[in-house]
């Protein structure tokens, strides 16, 4: 029956965490749905060749993306380090570009997962994706692929559906978003002062 499998996929996707409550992506589609990245039990379609990079592109787009950077402008692309799908982190796999960035005004463009589930408005905690296909947040994501979001005393942000770009002060915090195991969920997160 779909609505005991849908109801079953949501209460797996929540996850107590101290006294709050995390929204976590979930895969709560229909049978006849392309897989998602979570379900093992579908097959994946295969993946697309990688074409050959043009080295003068390249390098007009490296330079647009050190402006960029400069600018305070930031892409998940910029937060990526090398670890391995489900491998162990450790904190010396943070680059010296995302170190650099510690304490630095930025603006990360992204999706929001409220962090209190049924809460549309008014709240000062949330998760901020890459993207919202169900990719980025809980077992299986990358680390780099969600930036945990802290408003400022006296802001708060509205959910919405929309690409958000949020404003604030990044932080690289490797201790305060674990899971019970001592895994972390979450490595990165920016105190906002907005959220558009």
């Known amino acids: 029956m779909i609505v005991n499998h849908r109801a079953r996929k949501l209460l797996q996707c929540i996850v107590l965490f ?40 390249a390098a007009q787009e490296l330079k647009a993306r050190e402006a960029a950077r400069a600018r305070g402008e930031v892409t998940f692309d910029d937060l990526k380090f090398d670890i ?13 570009s995302i170190n650099k960035m510690e304490g630095e005004t930025i603006r990360l463009r992204g999706f929001i997962l409220p962090s209190f589930l049924f ?24 680390l780099y692929d969600c930036v945990m979001v802290e408003m ?16 604030g002060n990044f932080a690289t915090d490797t201790k305060s978003y674990r899971y019970p195991d001592g895994e972390p969920y979450a490595v990165f997160k920016i105190i906002a002062s907005e959220v558009k």
């Open 18 to 57: 101290g006294a709050s409550i995390t929204y976590f992506a979930c895969n709560s589609h229909a049978e006849d749905s392309p897989p998602s990245r979570f379900d093992r039990t579908r097959p994946v379609a295969a993946e697309k060749k990688a074409e050959p990079v043009d080295p003068m592109k």
């Open 84 to 96: 391995e799908k489900d491998g162990e982190f450790k904190e010396g796999m943070i680059t010296d």
């Open 119 to 142: 809460q549309q408005k008014g709240f000062n905690r949330f998760v901020l994706v890459r993207d919202n296909q169900e990719c980025c947040f809980g077992p299986g994501a990358a």
């Open 152 to 167: 400022e005393p006296g802001k708060t942000a509205d959910f919405t559906t929309r690409v958000v770009t949020v404003k």
